[in-house]
């Protein structure tokens, strides 16, 4: 009764795992609500509420000193940083949470870790993109027009945080059967400390020699930094590279890879007893 027919070419093997995916991306969206579109209204109403809070708190103390190096909208600037740092730290819950090799969706042929995995992967990427053009189509007609300098160089950062940010999500996956309890708190302590360390807020130029060695190792703090080199003419970087934070996730990638294959093969029911 239940078969599943298996592709004879390499072509028709690669249209059934991409229809996969659409799939289990329609599923992953359609968790977060009952309806998707509401799934990515609230995406975009998390985004305005976090910028008009560092817009509210910005007004109020003035003008950073970053800020006031670029010289330019004070909106857009809260919006390069808010935007990158929404997508890296959503990708890295997302793919953590993705499952595990005892998730009884991988038992069903064709379905498989690494579907799941592209699945939450490019759900978040979706949703956060729609966000985004939505928030930045709003805003230039209702409010003021946004100019980017750069749109492609911008968007490739937003990618690279999206990237990095399932990077992270990897290697924490992959610890997760071994160390629960241990990686829950790893991506809490992540994510909190991207609260302060991923430079939002402010600009690498403006930071001394002491205070950008306690930001440096963050490869979202360059992405963002870097981010707004491409969005502002008045701002050229000098003390970030968005090679670096490639480099980061291309190492955390195989190292996540190799240890999800690893635990994979390891994998026990029994060790849902121990969540």
Not at 162 to 173: K, N, R, Y
Not at 200 to 208: C, D, H, P, T
């Amino acid at each position: 009764m239940f078969h599943f027919k298996r592709n004879q070419s390499l072509l028709g093997g690669a249209f059934t795992t991409a229809e996969l995916i659409f799939h289990a991306v329609v599923r992953n969206i359609r968790s977060q609500h009952s309806n998707a579109v509401m799934a990515i209204l609230i995406n975009i109403v998390q985004v305005v509420l976090l910028v008009t809070a560092f817009y509210i708190l910005m007004t109020l103390i003035g003008r950073m000193t970053g800020m006031a190096k670029i010289r330019g909208e004070m909106v857009l600037f809260l919006l390069s940083g808010v935007f990158l740092f929404l997508t890296h730290i959503k990708s890295v819950t997302a793919i953590a949470g993705a499952g595990s090799g005892n998730n009884p969706m991988t038992l069903h042929s064709p379905m498989t870790m690494m579907v799941m995995l592209s699945a939450s992967a490019f759900g978040i990427l979706y949703t956060q993109l729609i966000s985004i053009l939505v928030i930045l189509f709003v805003y230039s007609v209702a409010v003021s027009p946004l100019v980017i300098q750069e749109p492609g160089g911008a968007f490739g950062m937003l990618l690279l945080a999206w990237f990095t940010g399932c990077s992270v999500g990897l290697v924490l996956l992959a610890l997760k059967p071994w160390f629960p309890n241990t990686v829950s708190i790893l991506k809490n302590v992540y994510r909190r400390l991207n609260m302060i360390f991923s430079g939002k807020m402010f600009v690498g130029n403006a930071l001394g020699g002491f205070m950008l060695t306690l930001f440096a190792w963050n490869p979202l703090f360059h992405i963002i930094d870097q981010c707004r080199g491409f969005v502002f003419r008045n701002y050229f970087p000098r003390n970030t590279s968005w090679e670096y934070a490639l480099w980061v996730g291309i190492v955390l990638t195989m190292i996540g890879l190799l240890g999800e294959f690893y635990t994979r093969r390891q994998v026990s029911k029994s060790w849902d007893a121990r969540r």
